[in-house]
């Protein structure tokens, strides 16, 4: 069993539409989570992180997070082309351990 | 404040062959990570430091992987010998933060090894 699951996708949004992915994680001590993105041939960048349970926003970035449920979600609002990139989400647990999902492509079209 | 140095960025190699991969991490950040990334799968922890400790590489195949941490900063990760299945991205990055909380990863730009 995956510890971190995501859709691969890739999840097609009309350029101004918004974008939603879903991520769940199998270890309940999970403290903090992440949402790297990841252009073609580069290397991961955190955009986002949470820890506690409700919505945080920055910009057309929204992360949601259900402990309960073991669930985290990234909207992404008045998507771009620019916004055409895998998204990673990352759990992290005691000790600074981080696990990553397996991503989800997003392709944005003008 | 410079990044995370990775080299060499491109590596290609025939099997049975050995490489090894070198990551300098920011300054003043205590934990380093190598990930092995597969082309379309997300990144896969493969050994993680804390200074010069190792404190976790439970999914390093330890009868070809081997890594090091000298002085708590550079890093070397090497594979002998090396199989088909190895051709991936070797991602290495590190952290400021220690203890019980896991903070931001910084990434380097990545080792990509083809194994022919």
């Known amino acids: 069993q995956k510890e971190v699951e995501q859709n691969s996708g890739p999840l097609s949004v009309p350029e101004g539409a918004i974008a939603s992915l879903n991520c769940t994680y199998s270890d309940r001590v999970s403290q903090s989570f992440f949402w790297y993105r990841q252009y073609s041939g580069k290397s991961p960048e955190l955009i986002m992180s949470i820890y506690s349970n409700g919505d945080k926003e920055d910009g057309r970035f929204t992360a949601q997070l259900n402990k309960a449920s073991q669930y985290v979600s990234l909207l992404i609002r008045d998507s771009q082309p620019s916004d055409s990139a895998t998204y990673l989400c990352?759990?992290?647990?005691?000790?600074?351990?981080?696990?990553f999902g397996g991503g989800t492509r997003v392709l944005v079209k003008p | 404040e410079a990044g995370v140095a990775q080299s060499p960025r491109y590596k290609i190699i025939e099997k049975r062959q050995s490489v090894a991969f070198w990551c300098n991490p920011i300054s003043g950040h205590a934990t380093l990570y190598w990930y092995q990334q597969i082309l379309g799968q997300g990144p896969k922890l493969l050994i993680q430091?804390?200074?010069?400790?190792?404190?976790?590489d439970s999914q390093l195949p330890k009868d070809r992987f081997s890594a090091e941490r000298l002085k708590g900063v550079d890093s070397t990760l090497k594979i002998q010998p090396a199989k088909l299945e190895d051709s991936a991205v070797y991602l290495c990055?590190?952290?400021?933060?220690?203890?019980?909380?896991?903070?931001?990863?910084?990434f380097g730009e990545g080792s990509r090894l083809t194994v022919l």
């Open positions: 990055a590190s952290s400021p933060r220690g203890g019980l909380d896991t903070g931001e990863l910084f």
């Open positions: 990352a759990v992290g647990a005691a000790g600074n351990k981080l696990t």
């Open positions: 430091f804390q200074n010069n400790g190792v404190v976790d």
